[in-house]
């Protein structure tokens, strides 16, 4: 059936060359790949199955039906939920050989009183303040000692890494950030000198792995970076997974004092060629883009004009040879999303996993 409205291609080769690349900026340790929110609005199955079967060994989701879709279709690799399971679905947390994150001892015990084993990783919060056994300060470091100890000792908890989160990784306070590191490493220490194995160790998120390389300890996690938008500045090259087309639909000649859109905000000083294109706020495409935004078509830059609509956006079509059925770029190889996300005030995650796949049609390209 050919595309009437939107078509997102996902470049897998892209996807691996991203985790490659991160693999070597961390000396060829583990990386955990974080395939939450459907991997970024990027399809979180297709994404992790060409992963694993390119070596990745590690995977992260936010909650349970993420982690659940991934191992039925035929994801085998450790797959960690990084919030809290309720009680009542522990059971699949077992079944599914899934690993679970604890973030107290409260509900440790909760996990514990199941009597089933339930692969566990440990958080502390060292400064996110979200959640996590409390470790801020050097000072709370025997008393996140012993909860941690406590938590080891449990009966059906069988433990296998612990982690924390850097909020500030970045930005310019690497003061913090090493603060937090050094909170979280000596709380380990303190830990393991007492006798305890903690598994397997991570800090560092996509920004922590660019930017602080002598804290990535045994293993870390990338999101963002592995889709192709590195969160700090790099002289390394990173290539965007997704992109958007969307299809020329009307192309159509307007007269000097024409309106563009609802509310007339784009008014015609001369005759103008100016094109439909079936994208809107509804696709993911959002209102607050059209003003001083454009897309691509081949070498041109195309100015939006006027109010995006619900599922259509029009642009300036003016001495180019632009047909119906014709696709432009609303982002990705020819227009980077940092320059759209910027430009609107926000980050390039919200964007990305706005993309609509009940209207869009997904391509992945290996």
Same mark, same amino acid.
């Given at each position: 059936?050919?595309?009437?409205?939107?078509?997102?291609?996902?470049?897998?080769?892209?996807?691996?060359?991203?985790?490659?690349? %991160?693999?070597?900026? *961390?000396?060829?340790?583990?990386?955990?790949?974080?395939?939450?929110?459907?991997?970024?609005?990027?399809?979180?199955?297709?994404?992790?199955?060409?992963?694993?079967?390119?070596?990745?060994?590690?995977?992260?989701?936010?909650?349970?039906?993420?982690?659940?879709?991934?191992?039925?279709?035929?994801?085998?690799?450790?797959?960690?939920?990084?919030?809290?399971?309720?009680?009542?679905?522990?059971?699949?947390?077992?079944?599914?050989?899934?690993?679970?994150?604890?973030? $107290?001892?409260?509900?440790?015990?909760?996990? *514990?009183?199941?009597?089933?084993?339930?692969?566990?990783?440990?958080?502390?919060?060292?400064?996110?303040?979200?959640?996590?056994?409390?470790?801020?300060?050097?000072?709370?470091?025997?008393?996140?000692? $012993?909860?941690?100890?406590?938590? %080891?000792?449990?009966?059906?908890?069988?433990?296998?890494?612990?982690?924390?989160?850097?909020?500030?990784?970045?930005?310019?306070?690497?003061?913090?950030?090493?603060?937090?590191? *050094?909170?979280?490493?000596?709380?380990?220490?303190?830990?393991?000198?007492?006798?305890?194995?903690?598994?397997?160790?991570?800090?560092?998120?996509?920004?922590?792995? &660019?930017?602080?390389?002598?804290?990535?300890?045994?293993?870390?996690?990338?999101?963002?970076?592995?889709?192709?938008?590195?969160?700090?500045?790099?002289?390394?090259?990173?290539?965007?997974?997704?992109?958007?087309?969307?299809?020329? &639909?009307?192309?159509?000649?307007?007269?000097?004092?024409?309106?563009?859109?609802?509310?007339?905000?784009?008014?015609?000083? *001369?005759?103008?060629?100016?094109?439909?294109?079936?994208?809107?706020?509804?696709?993911?495409?959002?209102?607050?883009?059209?003003?001083?935004?454009?897309?691509?078509?081949?070498?041109?830059?195309?100015?939006?004009?006027?109010?995006?609509?619900?599922?259509?956006?029009?642009?300036?079509?003016?001495?180019?040879? %632009?047909?119906?059925?014709?696709?432009?770029?609303?982002?990705?190889?020819?227009?980077?999303?940092?320059?759209?996300?910027?430009?609107?005030?926000?980050?390039?995650?919200?964007?990305?996993?706005?993309?609509?796949?009940?209207?869009?049609?997904?391509?992945?390209?290996?």
């Amino acid at each position: 059936m050919d595309i009437d409205r939107v078509k997102v291609n996902i470049h897998l080769d892209n996807l691996l060359y991203n985790y490659r690349l %991160l693999q070597r900026i *961390n000396s060829d340790k583990e990386v955990m790949a974080v395939v939450k929110a459907d991997a970024y609005g990027h399809g979180a199955i297709k994404c992790a199955n060409y992963l694993a079967e390119n070596g990745c060994k590690y995977f992260a989701v936010t909650e349970l039906k993420e982690a659940v879709e991934l191992r039925k279709s035929g994801i085998d690799s450790e797959i960690l939920i990084f919030s809290k399971t309720a009680k009542e679905n522990l059971y699949l947390i077992n079944n599914y050989d899934l690993i679970q994150t604890v973030d $107290s001892l409260e509900y440790a015990k909760e996990i *514990n009183n199941k009597n089933y084993p339930i692969k566990t990783h440990i958080i502390l919060d060292t400064g996110m303040s979200r959640f996590g056994v409390y470790c801020h300060r050097q000072a709370d470091i025997e008393k996140t000692k $012993s909860e941690v100890i406590a938590i %080891l000792k449990l009966k059906y908890l069988h433990n296998q890494g612990i982690y924390t989160h850097f909020p500030s990784a970045d930005t310019d306070d690497e003061d913090y950030t090493e603060k937090q590191y *050094n909170v979280f490493v000596d709380s380990i220490k303190s830990i393991e000198d007492a006798g305890y194995n903690l598994g397997v160790k991570h800090c560092s998120n996509s920004a922590g792995i &660019i930017k602080y390389g002598d804290k990535n300890l045994s293993m870390v996690r990338t999101g963002i970076a592995l889709y192709g938008y590195p969160p700090v500045k790099t002289s390394e090259i990173f290539k965007p997974v997704m992109e958007v087309l969307a299809k020329v &639909i009307s192309i159509r000649s307007i007269l000097p004092g024409d309106g563009v859109s609802y509310g007339r905000t784009y008014i015609a000083k *001369n005759e103008e060629k100016i094109a439909t294109v079936a994208i809107g706020y509804a696709d993911g495409y959002s209102r607050h883009f059209g003003k001083g935004d454009y897309f691509c078509y081949q070498e041109y830059r195309l100015p939006v004009l006027g109010r995006v609509c619900m599922g259509a956006t029009m642009i300036k079509a003016e001495g180019i040879n %632009l047909t119906v059925g014709d696709f432009v770029e609303v982002f990705g190889n020819k227009k980077s999303l940092d320059e759209l996300a910027s430009r609107v005030k926000t980050i390039p995650y919200e964007l990305l996993t706005n993309m609509a796949k009940k209207r869009a049609n997904f391509i992945y390209i290996r």
